[in-house]
């Protein structure tokens, strides 16, 4: 169960938000959302969405006279219900993680800003085209990449998963730097989670990055899509300097650019990342920037205490 979300983002409805709305007023509407949506939606999101509501409906109790605004930390936001543009949260605190909490743009990634922590839940699946996916699927699209005549591609094919994420929502830097895991590490915005440099017990990371897809990415022999290096898709759609995800101690990962420079592995400490101002954080705070060499995202430890990851 959710531990009493204030706020929940869910990014397959166009107003962004769910609130503790009553009964009426959430059939209302996702009646007019099936209505207006039917022809873009996909069902399954949609019934997600159902869900989703129901639980939040279960743990907000029958206040009926729910307002227009929520108190998040002293900070009053007001909801609009039909608007399209996702407002992020305003600050509560100089590293409050809850103001890039909308930046999670794919419909596969539902954030939850609690109290104290973010759920994010996400199936991994891009939203690019990959040969990774089944050739029946919309988004497979052949290798194209012609820079790379030592291509292989591994025998996997991408799966939807059901990754959960609770991340701490006002991240600290740990006493002790706990070791990234195999498996994922954080995610990016368009759902797809982050590996880390190592590759699977056996293999060589090096010889595996010419199996990546022409976007940078590769699914495990359970079907986990993961990046270990640049998302070029997110980069090439949102820059290079774009918030790009977070990892599992909640501080954010940035493209390789900062303030018009490309960054190497020297400008960065051990754990792959620096203290300073970013787009979102006007105060500065601890963040990650992926770089085009080894480690990429991240140098091994994170810097801050790790949340929990589950599937
Ligand atoms: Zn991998
Ligand atoms: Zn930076």
């Not at 890039?100 to 939850?112: M, N, Q």
Request: negative net charge.
């Amino acid at each position: 169960m959710l531990e009493q979300p204030e706020l929940i983002y869910l990014n397959s409805v166009p107003s962004k938000y769910l609130l503790c709305l009553d009964l009426s007023k959430l059939i209302k509407y996702h009646l007019t959302t099936i209505a207006n949506r039917a022809m873009k939606m996909n069902r399954l999101i949609l019934l997600a969405s159902l869900i989703f509501s129901s639980i939040m409906l279960s743990n907000c109790g029958d206040d009926d006279n729910t307002p227009d605004t929520v108190t998040i930390q002293g900070s009053q936001v007001t909801i609009a219900e039909d608007s399209s543009t996702l407002e992020c949260l305003p600050s509560s605190a100089p590293n409050d993680i809850a103001v890039i909490a909308c930046l999670f743009y794919d419909e596969s990634v539902v954030v939850v800003v609690g109290e104290t922590s973010l759920k994010i839940t996400a199936s991994s699946e891009p939203d690019h085209k990959s040969m990774y996916y089944e050739t029946t699927n919309a988004l497979y699209e052949d290798y194209n990449e012609d820079d790379n005549e030592d291509f292989y591609k591994n025998p996997n094919t991408i799966a939807s998963m059901n990754y959960t994420f609770t991340l701490p929502r006002f991240p600290e830097m740990s006493a002790n730097n706990e070791d990234t895991p195999f498996g994922p590490m954080g995610v990016s915005i368009n759902s797809v989670v982050f590996y880390n440099q190592v590759a699977a017990p056996g293999d060589d990371i090096l010889e595996e990055l010419n199996t990546f897809d022409q976007y940078e990415g590769h699914p495990t022999n359970t079907g986990s899509y993961h990046y270990h290096t640049e998302p070029t898709w997110l980069t090439e759609i949102k820059g290079d300097s774009t918030f790009l995800g977070l990892l599992l101690d909640g501080f954010p990962v940035y493209g390789p650019v900062e303030s018009g420079v490309t960054l190497t592995n020297d400008d960065l400490d051990d754990y792959h990342g620096h203290t300073g101002v970013t787009a979102h954080f006007p105060e500065g705070i601890y963040h990650y920037h992926i770089t085009a060499d080894l480690p990429w995202i991240n140098g091994g430890e994170f810097y801050g205490v790790a949340g929990k990851v589950t599937q």
